[in-house]
């Protein structure tokens, strides 16, 4: 299967300890997005690469959160000192910089801060 | 910035017709779709339509675009017990990202 694939998919942790969610998004797409979704909402922006470089980030994306995509492969989002807040599901997705920007999405990380 | 709207809910028998509808305020918004998600899941990609277009049908689904009334419908045809899910407009600009409505969750009645 060559969709984008993010692990741990389910993920407990104490507050205050830190997580950190891995993607590896579908091997010829340049553009990689992080999203958060909680229970009845939509998903929600945080950030996306171009390649290696952050170009956007969100107002949601607090100075605990951080994402990298060192090679412009696979990307990490990490969270410091958790909040019972920050439980939600982690979207990552990706697509192609062409005309159409079909956005694919894995299946999500679910984190619950205790 | 973007607002995107969605009914929270739908219900219909099996065998009807589905139509979840979409309004939203950026009218600059050139790609336009719709995702399904089901529980536990990431969001499957269904369709798209590009803000160029008023329709686009594929197979049991049908877009409908109104950009002057800036709203943007699926209709599901002869919706199966399998299509209940919820189902996600997105809108996304040449900037890369895209905004979601809160989504509507459909449910099949056999």
């Known amino acids: 299967d060559t969709g984008v694939s993010q692990n741990p998919r389910h993920k407990i942790t104490k507050r205050g300890q830190n997580v950190t969610f891995r993607c590896d998004p579908i091997?010829?797409?340049?553009?990689l997005y992080w999203y958060r979704q909680t229970l009845g909402q939509g998903p929600e922006f945080l950030t996306y690469?171009?390649?290696?470089?952050?170009?956007?980030k969100s107002r949601l994306l607090s100075d605990r959160f951080s994402a990298e995509r060192p090679k412009g492969s696979f990307s990490t989002l990490e969270i410091q000192r958790t909040e019972q807040g920050d439980s939600a599901m982690y979207l990552c997705?990706?697509?192609?910089?062409?005309?159409?920007?079909?956005?694919?999405f894995g299946e999500g990380s679910w984190l619950t801060v205790v | 910035g973007e607002d995107v709207e969605q009914s929270l809910f739908l219900s219909v028998r099996e065998g009807d017709s589905s139509v979840i509808n979409c309004t939203y305020t950026?009218?600059?918004?050139?790609?336009l779709y719709w995702y399904k998600q089901e529980p536990g899941a990431g969001l499957q990609l269904l369709t798209y339509?590009?803000?160029?277009?008023d329709m686009k049908q594929d197979q049991r689904l049908t877009v409908l675009l109104n950009k002057k009334d800036k709203h943007l419908s699926l209709r599901i045809a002869d919706t199966q017990t399998g299509d209940s899910a919820i189902y996600f407009c997105?809108?996304?600009?040449?900037?890369?990202?895209?905004?979601f409505g809160d989504g509507t969750t459909l449910t099949v009645k056999p």
């Open positions: 339509i590009f803000s160029n277009m």
């Open positions: 997705a990706s697509s192609l910089t062409t005309a159409g920007n079909t956005i694919y």
């Open positions: 997105a809108l996304n600009t040449n900037a890369g990202k895209s905004t």
């Open positions: 950026d009218s600059s918004s050139t790609y």
């Open positions: 091997s010829e797409h340049n553009r």
């Open positions: 690469f171009q390649n290696e470089a952050q170009l956007e």
